[in-house]
């Protein structure tokens, strides 16, 4: 579907989906789980690329002798605000976004205004034959402050074992704290050098954490220098917690539906209002309806997908993804995945070839959140009037979230639901970088001076809006040194005085200082 067609789509909640269109019920169909098989068993080698030997000794000064000042500057950052979700800080943190990309000398910053929050744009022209750009987000998760150990928009240095120093904070990973690390970084090129290596581009969002559903139009209007460029990089710390790298190549996709089900669409139930529920002895209960309806779009174990045609589009993983895996499979270690997650077991507990095939190339359906009459504390006899869920399912190539939304639409119609609304809040498709790329190998280099071999993904599986650089055809990558944890998750944290197995956030720094330089040269 085309952009414009996808964000009318978005914008009018999926309303026209499925209209009249019936299917068998799902009881009457066997499902079995996909396979997913692969052709060959070469593995992906990457110790021909050499390490990046350049050296920048008066700039990794610069940084060491700034150290206080570049923390300091990270954590004014994370204490602004800005809950996109709530609407908290935002105008306050794009306008202080800007004045950063003033301050390294991008005399155009400025804010773009969307339909929702608006998109900070700056660019810098260093008379380079290379342009990068750098997207980032500013917005940052909800929060439940009663849940976190330091107060969430304090941004406390505490000191948190096995690691030094680190700052607790929303947005200390996910990705304000990375951002505001890489801007220190250009900062002291700057300062030491006079100019960057590359010409830079930021085109910094405020709704990542809401589905970038107006980041597209940002691109549209912007087209012209951003399709020049020769590659998009997402400042990050990819450490997990023993020092391993992760380079992530591309996202899955994804659509995120609401679900309601009331007796006013019904028909049934209380039409107006919850009622007493000594009232269920004879009238229907709009909750349990929705519950029934959710039940028919998993199986009993609530893992596999029963909608009709929801797997059909699925493309089988190229080559060159299947050499990746077969070095995924060869090096990485899933143990780490349980640690860091706190979970016990893997659905089916698979070995490690199956696990890594499902979490790459198998959709998922996720019950987000399920919620319908009275949650507080106590007893309220209440027979409710509607009840709604949130549903995210991540989408793998060739699926795309309007086929998606389609498809459960129809589901539901064919199982008995026609009244159970399916609003779609949130859908883009995945997106793609090959890893033979120079913006890829440039950064692989740079890993390899830091003595740090990466783990080498096709995708994440989780979902990023570069969907629209790979419309461009523009690679990306999502990297850099340096740890941090617990993203979306109370007691977020990124990690400040490395301990010998994660990096120092200083080093992060002299990392993306490599990095620009590597690529100005590739």
Not at 176 to 205: T, W
Not at 361 to 372: C, K, S
Not at 431 to 441: E, F, W
Not at 442 to 465: D, F, N, Q, R
């Amino acid at each position: 579907m085309a952009e414009k067609n996808r964000r009318e789509f978005l914008a009018n909640g999926g309303a026209a989906i499925g209209a009249g269109m019936t299917l068998s019920p799902s009881w009457l169909r066997a499902h079995q789980s996909r396979k997913i098989q692969l052709e060959t068993d070469r593995a992906y080698d990457p110790s021909q690329i050499p390490s990046y030997s350049g050296k920048h000794q008066d700039i990794y000064d610069h940084i060491d002798e700034h150290r206080d000042e570049h923390v300091g500057k990270i954590q004014d950052y994370l204490r602004q605000r800005s809950i996109s979700a709530q609407n908290i800080g935002m105008r306050e943190c794009a306008e202080m976004t800007a004045s950063y990309l003033h301050e390294i000398g991008a005399s155009d910053a400025k804010l773009v205004p969307t339909r929702g929050h608006p998109v900070v744009w700056g660019s810098i022209d260093s008379g380079a034959s290379k342009t990068i750009m750098n997207y980032g987000m500013y917005d940052v998760q909800p929060v439940n402050p009663e849940e976190w150990s330091s107060p969430p928009f304090e941004a406390r240095l505490v000191d948190l074992p096995p690691f030094g120093k680190s700052i607790i904070a929303r947005g200390a990973l996910n990705t304000k704290g990375p951002l505001r690390a890489f801007l220190n970084a250009c900062e002291s090129i700057i300062a030491v050098r006079g100019k960057l290596p590359v010409n830079m581009l930021f085109g910094i969002e405020g709704e990542e954490e809401m589905g970038s559903l107006h980041y597209p139009d940002f691109i549209e209007e912007y087209r012209e220098p951003i399709s020049k460029a020769d590659g998009v990089i997402f400042a990050q710390c990819m450490q997990d917690s023993r020092g391993k790298v992760t380079l992530w190549l591309g996202f899955k996709g994804i659509v995120y539906l609401e679900l309601e089900a009331s007796g006013e669409r019904w028909g049934r139930g209380p039409q107006e209002r919850g009622i007493h529920s000594m009232y269920k002895a004879v009238v229907d209960s709009p909750v349990w309806r929705l519950v029934r309806a959710l039940g028919t779009l998993v199986d009993e174990s609530n893992n596999q997908v029963t909608i009709e045609g929801y797997e059909d589009a699925i493309a089988p993983p190229p080559i060159e993804d299947q050499e990746l895996v077969n070095r995924l499979v060869a090096e990485w270690d899933e143990s780490v995945w349980k640690e860091e997650l706190g979970v016990k077991h893997f659905i089916d507990d698979p070995d490690r070839k199956e696990l890594v095939l499902k979490y790459l190339y198998d959709t998922t359906f996720n019950l987000a959140g399920i919620w319908g009459g009275y949650t507080g504390p106590g007893p309220k006899t209440i027979l409710p009037m509607r009840a709604t869920a949130k549903i995210d399912s991540r989408l793998v190539p060739d699926q795309t979230p309007e086929k998606a939304a389609e498809l459960v639409k129809k589901h539901l119609e064919a199982e008995g639901y026609p009244d159970i609304d399916v609003r779609v809040l949130q859908g883009y498709p995945g997106s793609k970088t090959s890893v033979k790329t120079p913006l890829i190998q440039s950064t692989l280099s740079v890993y390899k001076k830091y003595g740090v071999e990466p783990v080498i993904w096709p995708h994440v599986a989780g979902s990023a809006p570069f969907y629209v650089f790979s419309e461009l055809k523009l690679p990306f990558s999502y990297m850099g040194i340096g740890h941090g944890h617990r993203q979306h998750a109370p007691d977020e944290y990124l990690v400040v005085d490395g301990n010998g197995v994660v990096a120092d956030l200083m080093d992060a720094e002299k990392a993306w200082v490599d990095t620009l330089f590597a690529l100005s040269e590739s």
